[in-house]
């Protein structure tokens, strides 16, 4: 796929044309938003954020938990992990964000 056409003067160099540039991409795919919802972070305020997602954190410590022990970790471990902390990004977002 060809994307992100843009004239882009600084590669022009030295002569009268106008560089073009573009990106291809080989089998990118879109990442799904995790939300399903589309949130607004242009007014969150890092403070507030920051403190819902502590929140949620310890929420979730028992399953994050097995990260501080190296030796625990193995691939079903790390998958409940990352839904443990996706969870928990999650909730910040929702809790903070504007939909």
């Not at 799904?32 to 969150?44: A, F, Q, R, W």
């Not at 305020?45 to 929420?59: G, M, N, P």
């Not at 938990?65 to 839904?83: F, R, V």
Request: charged letters at 25%; aromatic letters at 4%; glycine letters at 2%.
């Amino acid at each position: 796929m060809v994307k992100e056409w843009a004239i882009d003067p600084s590669i022009a160099h030295d002569t009268d044309h106008l560089g073009i540039k573009f990106m291809i991409t080989h089998g990118q795919t879109e990442i799904e938003n995790p939300l399903d919802i589309k949130c607004c972070l242009k007014d969150v305020k890092v403070d507030e954020w920051t403190k819902e997602l502590e929140s949620a954190i310890i929420k979730s410590k028992d399953d994050l938990q097995p990260l501080l022990t190296p030796d625990q970790l193995n691939p079903n471990t790390l998958d409940k992990c990352a839904d443990a902390l996706t969870a928990a990004l999650q909730s910040a977002t929702a809790a903070t964000a504007k939909i």
